[in-house]
């Protein structure tokens, strides 16, 4: 217990300097990003494409010897893409940016998956619109990338969310909540860190290190089915 409580103290107090600190964990995912031309969307409805209206497109393609291959492959780049985008969207909260990023990538999608409708069984402009989603993501990641570079704050924050995360890691694995308790990861959060002032005043600080929670107590239940995937996740291993 005593060394317990050294620990979560030695991680939260090193985490204060992190402001003048260089980077430890926050890694831009494009280098040198360029500076992008992203209009405001806040006006903007955001609506994605639901996972059933995905179904009814794919179907839309006759499946033959032609076509199977190509259109399985654009099913996994849509799966994909769905994971980029909902990355960006939950692990980048703190940046303001971040909801004008995931709205436009489902507004480029939007374009992109009319065309799919429209040739269905055109295994060449298949292809086209595979690469056209990697367009997306790669136009996305330099955006995030722009406006992480930019904010300093936010920089110092996610690296104390990796070590407030990497403290709770090293607790999990001799005890930890059941994967079954839906109030573990919050309970946790609050337990270890609850009296933090970065915790008690940023939302998207606290429900960062929540989703680290909820995943590292699923991770040492099956670790071979949750390897890290995520910017954070892996962040956590590193």
Avoid: C
């Amino acid at each position: 217990m005593k060394n317990r409580k050294l620990l979560i103290a030695f991680a939260t107090a090193g985490a204060s300097f992190l402001g003048t600190m260089p980077l430890v964990s926050m890694k831009l995912r494009v280098p040198n990003p360029k500076r992008p031309n992203l209009p405001s969307l806040k006006a903007v409805k955001n609506e994605v494409v639901t996972l059933n209206e995905l179904d009814k497109i794919i179907r839309l393609t006759n499946e033959n010897d032609k076509t199977k291959e190509v259109i399985a492959q654009f099913r996994s780049k849509l799966n994909e893409f769905y994971q980029h985008a909902f990355n960006i969207l939950e692990e980048y909260e703190g940046i303001e940016k971040h909801d004008d990023i995931f709205k436009m990538m489902f507004l480029k999608l939007k374009v992109v998956l009319d065309i799919q409708r429209k040739e269905p069984n055109n295994v060449e402009q298949i292809k086209r619109n595979i690469n056209i989603l990697d367009d997306i993501m790669k136009s996305a990641d330099n955006e995030l990338s722009y406006f992480v570079s930019q904010d300093l704050k936010f920089q110092a924050l996610w690296d104390k969310a990796v070590l407030l995360s990497k403290t709770m890691k090293a607790e999990f694995k001799t005890s930890r909540p059941s994967t079954v308790d839906p109030y573990g990861p919050v309970n946790s959060v609050e337990k270890f860190f609850g009296a933090d002032e970065d915790v008690k005043t940023i939302k998207w600080f606290k429900s960062l290190l929540i989703r680290a929670a909820n995943y590292l107590i699923h991770y040492y239940d099956a670790p071979e089915v949750f390897q890290p995937k995520t910017d954070f996740e892996k962040a956590i291993f590193e």
